[in-house]
């Protein structure tokens, strides 16, 4: 209990000092070179491009692709999944109604605030065009435009991830565009109730226990580093190893 409260006391006083320098710095950066009308560009927009695509019934049995905006798409979700997978691989034909499920059961309670708690984004590597239209009928959520998914887009994702084997599933903080867990793929087999869902980190639920929202929204991810260099320090104290 009392290495708790240290560690609490310690922690909201390096964030108290940590804000207070990047405030002053932030707001002498406004009045300095602060464009006049700056992009409106987001985490989201800046990962999957302008546009995502969707499937819109229009009778019990066709559908056609929409094309909506990512950002405003997803200013509504909590987490994103970006879903790396292709109809002529196997262990994606496997994993698909898995995860299909899985999508269904976790977005049947909402999220804070109203939003929804998880929406997935399909990276395709699908060979063609037609079997990007089949296997996407097969999902019940957004898609990158088969065109960017195969071409510097969709390498752009697969690199930043290090995707090397399909199928592979990444989830994303939403807010901050932060990478939450790699390896969502393996875990969502071992939780198909999604009780553990987005599989955050021990220092990342701590910090999402302790830090106040608008203080984790001003210095992002540098409180994540606080964290762990305060825990490191108490472990050494204690005998214990490093996280």
Not at 19 to 40: F, G, N, R
Not at 123 to 145: H, I, K, N
Request: hydrophobic share 40%.
């Amino acid at each position: 209990m009392n290495a708790m409260m240290m560690l609490t006391s310690l922690l909201l006083l390096a964030l108290l000092t940590l804000t207070l320098s990047q405030t002053a710095q932030q707001q002498q950066e406004k009045t300095s070179d602060e464009p006049l009308h700056p992009p409106q560009t987001g985490p989201m927009s800046l990962l999957f491009g302008q546009e995502l695509h969707a499937l819109q019934m229009i009778s019990e049995k066709e559908a056609q692709l929409v094309s909506l905006p990512s950002s405003t798409t997803l200013s509504n979700v909590e987490v994103v999944g970006i879903y790396f997978s292709a109809d002529w691989c196997g262990p994606c034909r496997q994993f698909t109604p898995d995860l299909v499920k899985f999508y269904e059961k976790v977005n049947s309670k909402k999220g804070s605030r109203g939003k929804k708690r998880f929406e997935i984004v399909w990276v395709s590597r699908c060979r063609d065009w037609e079997s990007f239209g089949q296997y996407f009928t097969q999902m019940p959520w957004l898609a990158l435009p088969f065109e960017d998914s195969l071409g510097p887009l969709g390498e752009t994702l697969s690199q930043k991830y290090n995707v090397k084997s399909i199928p592979s599933l990444v989830l994303v903080d939403v807010e901050s565009g932060k990478t939450i867990t790699k390896e969502a793929r393996t875990e969502i087999p071992k939780d198909l109730n999604g009780l553990s869902f987005p599989f955050r980190g021990p220092v990342d639920n701590f910090v999402r226990g302790v830090v106040p929202r608008p203080i984790r929204r001003l210095i992002g991810g540098t409180v994540g580093k606080i964290v762990k260099k305060v825990i490191n320090v108490l472990r050494g104290a204690i005998g214990m190893k490093a996280i």
